[in-house]
């Protein structure tokens, strides 16, 4: 499993958004994580199908990790595949049809995933699991950027690489919330290989140099896990 750096622009300024994010992709990032939040899945609101495209132009080969925090998902995946997204995850609380929400997202041409809560067990993604390009598992309450780890989601993490070996799956496995210098090398001796960070990123600094820093520590991690 190849480590990846997927800075989430949640914590980018959003006045120069396409150069922080040409800055963290600079710097290591090679998957770009769009946080997609309605107000209602989640208590926030963040950026739509038109901000996408526009994002879109000015990064044509970037790979984009769409991260829907919404209702209604299958309302909007046709309009987010229309911008350009190559992957889309959707939560499993939010999806009363996850299997058709799956497909739909496939239909589209675009990697289907499944993202779930901190209060959300692995195993009630056992019967997707094989439909699926990657799992996010949340290590915070989604919603905001800059929160603390939820250490618990390191055994979710472990308990997916383990159901991932013995089913002799290929899913990759995303974490998404409070990745930090203090938090990466942990993360990545639970399993995960899909690494989002926002805060640590573009929370203040140099982004290029912020970037390449936790992409190094998780690397490090990555030469020493068992
Ligand atoms: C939270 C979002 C995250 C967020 C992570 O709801 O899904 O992608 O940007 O932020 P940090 O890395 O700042 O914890
Ligand atoms: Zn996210």
Sequence with gaps: MTIELAPSILSANFAR??????????????????DIMDGHFVPNITIGPPVVASLRRALPDAT??????????????????EAGVNWISVHQEACVHL?????????????PAVVINPATPVHTLDEVLD????VLVMSVNPGFG????????????????????????????????GV???????????GAELLVAGNAVFGRGDIRENAKRLLGAARAAMLTRA
């Design 131 to 134: 439909m699926l390009h990657h």
């Design 146 to 177: 800059a929160q603390q780890f939820i250490r618990e989601s390191l055994n979710k993490i472990k308990t997916l690489a383990e159901v991932r070996d013995s089913l002799g799956l290929s899913f990759r496995i995303e974490v998404d919330g």
């Design 17 to 34: 958004l396409a150069d922080d994010a040409k800055a963290a992709l600079e710097g290591g990032g090679t998957v770009l994580h769009l």
């Design 180 to 190: 930090a210098l203090d938090t990466v090398e942990d993360i990545v001796r639970a």
């Design 99 to 111: 299997h058709r929400t799956l497909q739909l997202i496939e239909s589209h041409g675009c990697k």
């Design 64 to 81: 984009f990790d769409c991260h829907l925090m919404i209702e209604n998902p299958d309302n909007y995946i046709p309009a987010f595949a």
